[in-house]
T-cell receptor
Framework: KQEVTQIPAALSVPEGENLVLNCSFTDSAIYNLQWFRQDPGKGLTSLLLIQSSQREQTSGRLNASLDKSSGRSTLYIAASQPGDSATYLCAVRGNFNKFYFGSGTKLNVKP | DAGVTQSPTHLIKTRGQQVTLRCSPKSGHDTVSWYQQALGQGPQFIFQYYEEEERQRGNFPDRFSGHQFPNYSSELNVNALLLGDSALYLC??????????FGPGTRLTVL
């Protein structure tokens, strides 16, 4: 059974710092990996989708990498801002179109 | 494009009751998935519908059932509600291997 782990569970940084969020998964047989942002009590907003054949994706200040063989992905956020404060979730799409989420990293960016 | 919509926004039920949650997918999407997200946890995959059939199912009891209509909208039904069913229920839609788009969720409270 696929297990997705996110480290750290929570992170507090001053505004302007560059930061890295980590996601690991136990079964490397995935179709894609997706990073989401979730604001308190709200739904999920897709940030980046990386297909299994890709190594990274970039969108603005966000960069996500994927190392399928080692079961790892990182989300890099450059020049963090208070508006980036949210919970960040990674999800993998595995066999039979099942999706598995990590528990998330709760990010607080202090002004 | 309205994106993924869910109704109702909030719902309060008592133990033993039954509940129906509704989801309308993003325009052009034919696959709908349902997730349960307990407080402080990542979403857990309940099941997925495509062409009006349940295609994949997560580790949830038969009390959880669903339906997909010809217009691709979907319902999630939960019978014999338990306190532990209290959660945010998220619906996601996609087309093929593309990104999943999530709705804002329905907050279910079981008393």
């Amino acid at each position: 059974k696929q297990e997705v782990t996110q480290i750290p569970a929570a992170l507090s940084v001053p505004e302007g710092e560059n930061l890295v969020l980590n996601c690991s998964f136990t079964d490397s047989a995935i179709y894609n990996l997706q990073w989401f942002r979730q604001d308190p009590g709200k739904g999920l907003t897709s940030l980046l989708l990386i297909q299994s054949s890709q190594r990274e994706q970039t969108s603005g200040r966000l960069n996500a990498s994927l190392d399928k063989s080692s079961g790892r992905s990182t989300l890099y956020i450059a020049a963090s801002q208070p508006g980036d404060s949210a919970t960040y979730l990674c999800a993998v799409r595995g066999n039979f179109n099942k999706f598995y989420f990590g528990s998330g990293t709760k990010l607080n960016v202090k002004p | 494009d309205a994106g993924v919509t869910q109704s109702p926004t909030h719902l309060i039920k008592t133990r033993g009751q039954q509940v129906t949650l509704r989801c309308s997918p993003k325009s052009g999407h034919d696959t709908v998935s349902w997730y349960q997200q307990a407080l402080g946890q990542g979403p857990q995959f309940i099941f997925q519908y495509y062409e009006e059939e349940e295609r994949q199912r997560g580790n949830f009891p038969d009390r959880f059932s669903g339906h997909q209509f010809p217009n691709y909208s979907s319902e999630l039904n939960v019978n014999a509600l338990l306190l532990g069913d209290s959660a945010l229920y998220l619906c996601a839609s996609r087309a093929g291997a593309d990104t999943q788009y999530f709705g804002p969720g329905t907050r279910l409270t079981v008393l």
